[in-house]
DNA sequence: GTCTATAACTAGATAGAC
DNA sequence: GTCTATCTAGTTATAGAC
């Protein structure tokens, strides 16, 4: 367990939980139990931090998820818009092997990437990983070619954010699960719920 | 033009542009063009002062918001969700007469408050302003009976991820469509976009 | 590589003159 | 009600000893 290791896990929780900006270096080291020093000696700034804790995650999920969404766009048969966006589950789900609450984490950081830090981070995903998006708008077109790409553009944009805001306050609605219903849903549960609903906004009947 | 409403038209654009951590007082009062200790003598604190933003909206849009839902309610029609969703509309817009850019800054000041402020802001609307919330399920529920207590609460939260999303980034969206597709869309453009998605969402077949 | 100490700055809040 | 001046506590970042 190296320091630079310890800095990583302490701020991935951290800012899944509180935001980027509402999260100090303070509270990063002492929760990784590191000299505050070591964070601006091992990362160089806060901003390269986030960015690192973000490219571990990332570089984990994209070959898988890349892979998945290229079967799909190379198959004959035409695929459902379930199918496609259940060719989520499985690249998101084995990051809970790369890493204890991995999936929880890496989707509420991307929540938080979205909100705060101005689009930063949006920028920073978009540019360095955009075969990913790319086969992935290929696999929703290859589900529903009469959608319009400005209609499809407009949908996508609404699913992300159905994804982005249910994952960074999932914790909070998994406790009123809880409570109002009884049920002890995970993040697995969380994502099984939310795949009807963007596969059939996306494909709702053009106006 | 006092310098109490000075200080909350600076905040609110400030607070829906940056979200509520990412704004200082200083950067309010310099905008306001009032002095640091104003706010402090106003409105007691910062978290006040925000509170006392979404509050001006809220006491604007909650009767007529809920008053389209209670004739939704009162009617013996079915209502499609597609009618649900549109009783919105028109509240929503009605902001845009009370104030410049109404619509779109409460918007997206809501989104701020889903993500920013660790909840405290959504504590604050659901126990004020109960009665909107209680009278949109009961809509709902009369358009789509079969929808289970606990799938609609699930269902709900997407919907308002979908929005709250949607607004926070509206500016950039609308961008893109200008630039992409050569389209002037406005706000209520978005929200007429928006509509069948949601509808089709909450309306997704159960498992 | 890791530490202490501290620089340089920003935050929200307040006391007290006017 | 409005101002200046200031307090206290927080922030990121760095210099320099070990």
Redesign the interface.
Known sequence: MTTKNKILDAAEKLFAD??F??TSLREITSQAEVNLAAVNYHFGSKKELIKAVMSRYMNELSPRLESALITICNEEKQPTLVEVFSAFVEPLLALNQFKENGTSNFLQLL??G???S??FLRWFLTTRYPVVIDSFITAVHKAYPELS??EM???L??????????M??SD??MD??KN??N?NIDIAG?IK??I??????????I?
């Open positions: 509180k935001g900006n509402g929540g938080r979205y909100t705060d101005q689009g790409t400005e553009f407009w949908r944009h609404f699913t992300m954010g159905t994804i982005v805001f249910t960074s306050s909070a609605l009123i699960a109002d219903f049920k969380v719920q939310v009807p609903y963007v596969a059939a906004g996306v494909g709702a009947p106006r």
